[in-house]
């Protein structure tokens, strides 16, 4: 059995074909799959997905940094409110993106610091979104960690020093599609990750792997990753699907 531990699948691009994708994520042996929260306007239809069915669909509650503007701190009473409730299995997915614009750089950090605090006080683990911006996202990390946090570096595509550093944390990467784009580097690196530090994960609707690429993305696609990180470590897919599932259960320890 596979999990993903990073989909969007209560977004629209899923509504009007959702129970095609649901039997194939099935058929795939796609036994979970953990769902990240962008802002408030998506926390309702997320939650609505999590209750029709909770032991494959498990919520997260957080705010995405692409999403933190001038009411981020209204934004983050929800996300407080949200977690306090204890019906989510994690914070996420939080951080720091640099790439499309910096206007908000400063409240990004700021909301990503409350949010790590917010799940430290609720022991719950975090999902990190961190796009130009590894190095600030691994420091700000490092500075709070107490030996008490966990979580994912979602979509990891950093350096070998950079995963090191991560791993030196206690945190696991998230490695989706981009593992298996020929000059992305990441299958690089990732082969030289042990798998004790890796989930799977798509960031469905984003991101497919090859030959799906530029094409929406969905879990039933998972055991592509697998197969592809398997080749690199020279195991079986079986091997990387057994140790993937038992690293993303051990992270999400609560809901199980």
Known sequence: MYID?????????????FKEIEN???????????LPNIDSSTIDSLKALANRDPQRY???????????????????????????SGFH?????IG??????????????EA???QILLAKAHQLPFVIHSRKALDITIQIVSKIQDGSLNGIFHCFNGTLEQAKKIMDLGFMMGIGGVVSYKNAGVDIVVKEIPEEFLVLETDAPYLSPSPYRGKRNEPSFIPQIAQKIAELKGKSIEEI????????KKMFLVHQ
């Open 89 to 93: 299995c994690a914070v996420g997915e």
């Open 58 to 84: 498990f919520p997260m509650a957080g705010l995405h940094p692409c999403y933190v503007k001038e009411n981020y701190q209204s934004e983050l009473d929800l996300v407080q409110q949200e977690i306090e």
């Open 96 to 109: 720091i993106d640099l790439h499309w614009d910096t206007s908000f750089e400063k409240e990004q950090k």
């Open 5 to 17: 531990t990073h989909a969007h699948l209560y977004l629209d691009d899923f509504k009007d074909d």
């Open 112 to 114: 990503f610091e409350i």
């Open 241 to 248: 699907a057994t140790v993937t599932s038992e690293n993303a």
């Open 24 to 34: 194939r994520l099935i058929e795939s042996k796609v036994d979970r799959v953990y």
